[in-house]
Structure formats: C-alpha cells, structure tokens
C-alpha cells in the first residue's frame, strides 16, 4: 500500500466528531510546518502526533479534516477530561519503508521542537507525544538529540514503532510503549517493542509503561492498515493512551 492510501486511512472523517481542523502553519526558517490543531473547552493536555508512513499527508490543504486514527476517539473515552489534538505534517517526505534518514536529522529535530514550543505557548497545557510505526523513529530522535528536549514535554507514547526505534539517551519523562500483542507488519515486530521497552526502562527514572493490544482484523496491506493500525480497536487504544496522559498531569 502507497503513502497517499495511509494518508486515506489517518483521515478518515468520524461522524461523531464535531470539531473542525484549525490548519496552523508554523514558521520554520525560510519554510514552514502544516499542523492541523483541534481544540476542546477545557482542555487538561495537548497531544501531539508524529505520523508514520512518510509524514507528508497535505494537511495545509485539507481544512475540513477530522482528527484522524486513535485521536478521533480521544475526547469520546469514558474519561471525560479533554485533550487539545494535534497532527504535524511534514512538506517533504520524511522517508517512507527502507530509508527514514530523514526522521534522524537535526532539521527534523528542530522541526519537532518548533512545534512543541508553539502548542504550548498556544494552549499553555502539558504537551505529551506520541509516534506511531516511522513517527516512533521521530519521537525517539527527538529524545536523543539532547537531554533538554525531554523539559518541553510532559510524556511520551511510542506506538506501534519501527525495528529500529532506539532511545540512547536517560529519561526523565513518563513513557508508554503500546503495541499490537499480534502486529504483522514486519517493520514493526513485537518482539522488537518488548526489546525497546526493556531498554527504556533501564534508562529512565518516572514510570515506564506497556499495554499489549490484542484483537481488531487485517484490512489490505499489513504494513499500513489493519491490526498494525488497531483496526477495530482504535476506541480501546484511544482508552489506553488517553488513561495514560490523565494519570500522569501534574
């Protein structure tokens, strides 16, 4: 399955969702970065998300999206303490299945904390991340670059990630991994999760969390849909990371 059918799938519009997409574009040297921004009365957080697939989707011209994947369900769990929801876009691709050099890159980094900074000036709320299957490699390159980066933020949720997700790096940060206990995509093997989470927990020193998922079905190509994507269950992994963030506000 091609980019622009993962982009069909992260996009795809719930009709219980009554928010529109503010499209933000926030300045970034002689460029910038799309975001799509949902806000919520209330808000106890702001969520943002680092996309898998090659992390370029459009966004900028999409006005009327929805918040996609487990985001769409966020603000619906029986939790009724809401988030603030963003997506950050790339303009370029950011590689896609061999080759995810780019999600390494000090422009990248910097790209990640541009955002961070702006949400939280924005929304002045916790700011939690998380990266899904090649936005895991992003999530961790932005713990690796400097220790600093992790006093921006407030927790971090690796999902469904990348074989070669690797932290190099002492934490000091909330952390959840959560993984399809039966993930068929072999970019994203379980058995390499469990490894990650072994790791991190040796290197950080606040809670490290991990919540197999299990159940959901296989639709297409198993590398960007289906039990990888927690088809049919994304209402309970929306619930597991919006039960972690909530536990873990100051």
């Keep these: ?107 990248h980094v910097e790209r990640i904390k541009t955002v961070i900074e702006y949400y939280r000036q924005k929304t002045k709320l916790p700011v939690f991340l998380i990266g899904h299957s090649n936005g895991a490699v992003s999530l961790a390159s932005f713990l690796n670059k400097s220790s600093e980066n992790q006093k921006l933020i407030d927790g971090v949720i690796f999902s469904g990630s990348r074989n070669e997700t690797k932290l190099n790096t002492n934490l000091n940060l909330p952390l959840l991994v959560i993984h399809h206990k039966d993930d068929p995509n072999g970019w994203t093997n379980p058995k390499n999760a469990e490894k990650l989470f072994q790791e991190i927990k040796d290197k950080n020193t606040l809670s490290t969390d991990q919540v197999w998922m299990e159940g959901g079905f296989d639709d297409g190509d198993v590398h960007t849909s289906g039990r990888h994507m927690y088809a049919g269950i994304l209402d309970k992994a929306a619930a597991v990371v919006k039960e972690f963030i909530v536990k873990n506000l100051k």
């Design 1 to 107: 399955m091609k980019p622009n059918r993962l982009f069909s799938i992260l996009l795809i519009s719930l009709a219980c969702n009554l928010s529109k997409a503010e499209i933000l574009l926030i300045p970034f040297e002689k460029n910038d970065v799309p975001t799509a921004y949902w806000a919520s009365a209330e808000a106890k957080a702001t969520l943002i998300f680092l996309p898998g697939g090659d992390g370029s989707f459009g966004l900028a011209n999409k006005p009327n999206a929805q918040p996609s994947w487990i985001l769409g369900f966020i603000n619906k769990t029986e939790d009724k303490k809401p988030l603030d929801l963003v997506i950050m876009d790339s303009r370029t691709s950011l590689g896609y299945r061999s080759d995810l050099t780019p999600r390494t890159t000090s422009q």
